[in-house]
């Protein structure tokens, strides 16, 4: 690229040569890996086993945080989607939609990114796309993922598979992500900063699976409408009820704050680096001693019951009971 081209330009899409020096001297440079090189209009992959496909698209704002950017997000939601499914993600496609004007030097901190997520996923970056819209058209940038990954030969990840009595377990506290993101919105200032969680879930899901197998029946990253709604899709469609201890349910001090003062309920809070995990009840120790050692705040936070069918009841340290009700509309909009 040019020194005097501090911003993107609609030539940077228009498919000429800008846009052959953006794609040859950032993209191409930063995420160089041998099957990118080929730089045909698809990739060439050599995949044996079932397969896992996932995509999804990212419009957070603002797309810088407290934690990470809309790069490592990128990534991280997709590895982490495939993750879910018992998969071991292998490749991403990476496709960018991005406003005129948006700067040069922010894009490539976001494909450096891009680099870094994935090469700790141990993913490849292998095919994409870039578009650019005219100003007032976009909001700086957009990122769409998609990513194939190998299901373990040891998984078999269904809602089916739940059973009355199974564990729910979560690999540590939740809200960080959308109080990262509400607090950078709202201008607010804590005592030490609250960061986004976002990392990719992938080595430690291929763990658990490898030793535990089919024990570990299901498994869901809780991401837009946090905890709470990940229960709730699950209870839902086993039509079983699940019971939760409130004080097993950890939620960072600062994080906690943050939430009281906006009035929102921590467990409505999307996450990028928590999943839930429904497990056997012999392996819950096992599974939790794995956790732990990656975040000491892993718990065992509830079960699965037949008492009260599609319900979420929430028991207090006091040992009263409350409904947790499905989310309704949008908590946080634009968080991912």
């Known amino acids: 690229m040019e020194k005097n081209s501090e911003v993107i330009h609609l030539h940077h899409g228009s498919g000429g040569e800008h846009m052959t020096k953006l794609l040859n001297e950032v993209i191409f440079k930063i995420l160089k890996n041998d099957v990118l090189e080929v730089r045909h209009d698809g990739a060439f992959l050599d995949i044996q086993g079932s397969l896992a496909f996932s995509t999804d698209s990212y419009v957070i704002s603002p797309i810088f945080f407290k934690g990470g950017n809309i790069g490592e997000l990128a990534v991280n939601g997709t590895v982490n989607d495939l993750a879910m499914c018992g998969a071991v993600p292998k490749y991403l496609s990476l496709a960018l939609i991005i406003e005129e004007g948006f700067g040069l030097e922010e894009f490539i901190q976001i494909i450096k990114s891009v680099k ?37 030969e040891k998984a078999n990840i269904k809602a089916q598979n739940i059973k009355e009595s199974d564990v ?42 490898t030793q535990f197998g089919d024990k570990i029946h299901f498994l869901r990253d809780a991401t837009r409408g946090g905890l709470a709604s990940v229960l709730h899709e699950i209870s839902a469609e086993i039509n079983l009820g699940i019971s939760l201890l409130e004080e097993n349910i950890k939620v960072e001090n600062q994080v906690k704050s943050a939430c009281e003062l906006l009035g929102l309920d921590p467990l409505y809070v999307a996450n990028e680096g928590i999943f839930v995990c ?13 956790l732990q050692k990656a975040n000491p705040k892993a718990s065992e936070i509830g079960f699965v019951t037949a008492e009260h069918p599609s319900k979420i009841i929430i028991e207090s340290a006091f040992g009263g009971k409350r409904v947790a009700n499905p989310l309704v509309g949008e908590q946080l909009p634009r968080i991912c």
């Open 168 to 209: 729910i377990i979560i690999n540590g506290a939740i809200a960080s992500h959308g109080m990262a993101i509400m607090s950078e919105r709202e201008g607010l200032e804590f005592d030490s900063d609250i960061l986004s969680d976002t990392t990719n879930l992938n080595h430690t899901v291929v763990d658990l699976i």
């Open 278 to 290: 429904v497990a056997a009840p012999e392996i819950k120790d096992e599974v939790l001693g794995i």
């Open 116 to 152: 870094k997520a994935a090469d700790k996923a141990n993913v490849k970056i292998v095919t994409g796309d870039t578009k650019v819209v005219e100003r007032g058209k976009g909001d700086k940038i957009y990122i769409n993922t998609s990513g194939i990954g190998v299901i373990h």
